[in-house]
Nanobody
Framework: QVRLVESGGGSVQSGDSPTLSCVAS?????MAWFRQAPGSERKFLGY????????YYATGIEGRFTISRDVANNILYLQLNKVRPEDTAVYYC????????????????WGQGTQVTVSS
């Protein structure tokens, strides 16, 4: 069973660019980021698979957030660029053994989430 541990959340100011990390206990083909704001459904942000061109962002995310992956150390990153109060949410890392997509139900393993709170 893969284990995922997120870190890097906390209270930040509007305009900050924090970076979240997700460390996996073992390598999987796909690692992805989701977030869930209070009272909202969990929303797909993007994924990074093991292919050289394997980064995919949800519509409206590319340019605001940057996903990268340290394959050798099984770490997935999410840089939040110039955050706004509406970026306040719990950010989750997820992994899938064999394929990537935007459907949360396709992911085998989830981290515990890391809270990001953006104040204006």
């Amino acid at each position: 069973q893969v284990r995922l541990v997120e870190s890097g959340g906390g209270s930040v100011q509007s305009g900050d660019s924090p970076t979240l990390s997700c460390v996996a206990s073992e390598r999987t083909f796909c690692m992805a980021w989701f977030r869930q704001a209070p009272g909202s459904e969990r929303k797909f942000l993007g994924y990074r698979n093991l292919r050289p061109d394997g980064t995919y962002y949800a519509t409206g995310i590319e340019g605001r957030f940057t996903i990268s992956r340290d394959v050798a150390n099984n770490i997935l990153y999410l840089q939040l660029n110039k955050v706004r109060p509406e970026d306040t949410a719990v950010y989750y890392c997820a992994s899938a053994l064999n394929y990537c997509n935007a459907n949360a139900g396709s992911y085998d393993t989830w981290g515990q989430g890391t809270q990001v709170t953006v104040s204006s």
